[in-house]
């Protein structure tokens, strides 16, 4: 499936979603690999198994295997971390932050791909979970390894289009059903 697929599939009622989905994947300010990147995160985050399958496809034209590994990588530890840390920042009790996460992490040292860029995507997926200490986090090393809030800000437009695409055909899929 491709995005013009994936905009098809979308109800009329959310023609801004079409339009921005096509605006987003053409954002300036960005390497191919930062916003394919970017998009393939959110689409992991956003769980939509039709969203999944077209991001990816597009992505795979733009990104390279160590790339898209590193992406899918970012989505799985932001899943995990996102809610360990929401947790550790909502919770009443403060001793939790002051207590070990002992979660595996070492990817992130590592990550196959300019860090920036892995930490762009940990961005994206912070954003689209909702982990209010993640998002701190993340936009401080982005920011310290000279990221623009221009940078910053077209990574979560396309974190919050493609996961609005997402729930939307969850809703009609669910509906449909």
């Known amino acids: 499936m ?9 109800p009329d009622y959310a023609k801004d979603l079409k339009l921005n989905l096509s605006n987003v994947v053409a954002t300036p300010g960005l390497t191919p690999q930062q916003l394919w990147g970017a998009a393939l995160v959110s689409a992991l985050a956003s769980r939509n198994a039709t969203v999944i399958k077209a991001i990816n496809a597009a992505a795979g034209e733009h990104l390279s295997d160590d790339a898209v590994r590193a992406a899918k990588t970012a989505a799985a530890l932001m899943g995990m971390n996102n809610i360990y840390y ?3 920042h909502l919770a009443s009790e403060k001793e939790y932050s002051t207590m070990p996460a002992k979660l595996r992490m070492n990817a992130i040292a590592n990550p196959c791909v300019d860090h920036l860029d892995f930490e762009l995507w940990s961005l994206a997926v912070s954003a689209i979970n ?17 990221a623009t809030k221009e940078m910053v800000q077209n990574v979560i437009r396309i974190a919050s289009v493609i996961h609005a695409v997402a729930v939307t055909l969850d809703a009609e899929e669910k509906l449909a059903a």
């Open 2 to 10: 491709s995005i013009d697929a994936l905009k098809t599939a979308l």
């Open 86 to 88: 929401r947790f550790v």
């Open 130 to 146: 909702g982990c209010g200490m993640c998002i701190d986090s993340h936009e401080q090393v982005v920011a310290k390894k000279g």
